[in-house]
């Protein structure tokens, strides 16, 4: 999927230093990302608890419906 939407990718152990965008990509990403950003890529420590929902679900010609209760 990168290599769709940028030519090239430069990082360094700091994070990403350049991100050059395929002609086509340009105008959109100047318009979602108007001045240059430093990402850091540095890794975040911590442990998320994922919260786990379940649910009950019901498959008709319709799709599929989630069970109240």
Do not use: N
């Amino acid at each position: 999927m990168l290599a769709a939407i940028f030519d090239s990718i430069t990082a360094s152990p700091e994070g990403i230093d350049r991100l050059d965008p395929c002609e086509d990509w340009r105008p959109y990403l100047i318009a979602a990302i108007p001045r240059p950003v430093r990402l850091s890529t540095e890794r975040k420590t911590g442990v998320k608890h994922a919260e786990v929902v379940t649910t009950r679900l019901l498959q008709d010609e319709r799709g599929w419906l989630r069970l109240a209760g």
